[in-house]
């Protein structure tokens, strides 16, 4: 059974930082890309960074250098550090997992709430 479980949501106030954390379990990690996407109250999900089995990194405009993705391949887990939070950041944070050459993420998690306030 495929797992994705997302920690390290909270309250910050704005300009703060968080770390969210994605341990996976059920699937070879290091052969799968990895996501976190957010969906807002009202919003669509929307992607915000991913990283590939080789490590390339890719962000969405609105996060590119106060997000930072890295994933630990020994424990199986995917990171975002976040940093200079903002309010308009507030949203419910997801993991994802995509099989390589896939265009579209295979499992998700359960989410985790990041509330920023201003």
């Known amino acids: 059974q495929v797992q994705l479980v997302e920690s390290g949501g909270g309250l910050v106030q704005a300009g703060g930082s968080l770390r969210l954390s994605c341990a996976a379990s059920?699937?070879?990690?290091?052969?799968?890309?990895m996501g976190w996407y957010r969906q807002a109250p009202g919003k669509q999900r929307e992607l915000v960074a991913a990283?590939?089995?080789?490590?390339?990194?890719n962000y969405t405009d609105f996060v590119k250098g106060r997000f930072t993705i890295s994933r630990d391949n020994a424990k199986n887990t995917v990171l975002l550090q976040m940093n200079s939070l903002k309010p308009e950041d507030t949203a419910v944070y997801y993991c994802?997992?995509?099989?390589?050459?896939?265009?579209?993420?295979?499992?998700w998690g359960q989410g985790t709430q990041v509330t920023v306030s201003s």
């Open positions: 990283i590939t089995i080789g490590y390339t990194t």
């Open positions: 059920g699937i070879i990690f290091s052969t799968f890309a």
């Open positions: 994802a997992a995509r099989r390589p050459f896939k265009s579209s993420y295979d499992y």
